[in-house]
């Protein structure tokens, strides 16, 4: 995503999130009126519809907003305004409701896109996506560096380092698988460094008695 368009998500979210959330809060002080339109639209527990009304507004609203959980959320609001829609404002000789019954779906339709592509940038979904990719990575990276690096032995080279054992010309399967190694390393270097706590459970997952077995194994010289 560009830069010029990364706050334009959280623009979205911010709009169609602060309608739930103020109408949620203007059914606080209407709980008279709220529970007579949901009797009236033939449906029961009027005060159990008055309290799931709340919860979903000003809850999901918030979530929404914040971009939490934003695609199931959005997914969740979007069926509520299509079910609100054709109970509460199914009246199309009136040309209020009808103009109320096409804004829900308008409502849906936007939330629909969110579900889609996601909550976008300024989001708290996409600060959890972060480290859990450079965690990823650093794990391939310190994989590979158990591999190779600790064994002494260069990508396409099957000798250690200093040996005087001339070493055959690498094949082409090999000189390609070398420097895709090679292109790999580069783009590690590239990756944001992750928290301390992070690092620490890392290394002591690769001090592990299986992974250090295989190190010694690798060490080990060839009899």
Not at 160 to 166: C, E, L, M, V
Not at 179 to 184: A, K, N, V
Not at 190 to 210: C, F, G, K, V
Request: some cysteine; overall charge positive.
């Amino acid at each position: 995503m560009q830069d010029n368009t990364k706050y334009l998500p959280f623009a979205g979210r911010l709009l169609i999130g602060g309608i739930f959330v103020m109408s949620g809060a203007s059914k606080l002080g209407a709980y008279g009126g709220i529970t007579a339109a949901i009797s009236a639209a033939g449906l029961p527990f009027a005060p159990l519809g008055f309290a799931v009304a709340i919860a979903v507004e000003i809850g999901l609203g918030f979530l929404l907003l914040i971009g939490y959980r934003a695609r199931p959320t959005a997914l969740a609001l979007a069926i509520w305004c299509v079910v609100t829609a054709v109970f509460f404002h199914r009246n199309f000789a009136d040309q209020n409701t009808f103009i109320h019954f096409l804004k829900n779906l308008m409502i849906a339709g936007g939330l629909l896109q969110i579900v889609h592509f996601g909550a976008g940038a300024l989001s708290l979904d996409n600060r959890r996506m972060i480290p859990a990719a450079s965690a990823a990575a650093w794990t391939a990276r310190l994989s590979w560096r158990v591999e190779s690096g600790s064994t002494g032995l260069r990508p396409g080279n099957n000798h250690p380092r200093g040996s005087n054992t001339p070493s055959r010309r690498p094949s082409r399967h090999q000189a390609r698988s070398s420097s895709s190694s090679c292109g790999d390393s580069i783009a590690w270097r590239s990756l944001p460094p992750l928290p301390r706590s992070t690092r620490s459970s890392m290394r002591s997952e690769s001090t592990s008695p299986t992974l250090s077995a295989t190190t010694s194994e690798a060490r080990s010289p060839a009899p």
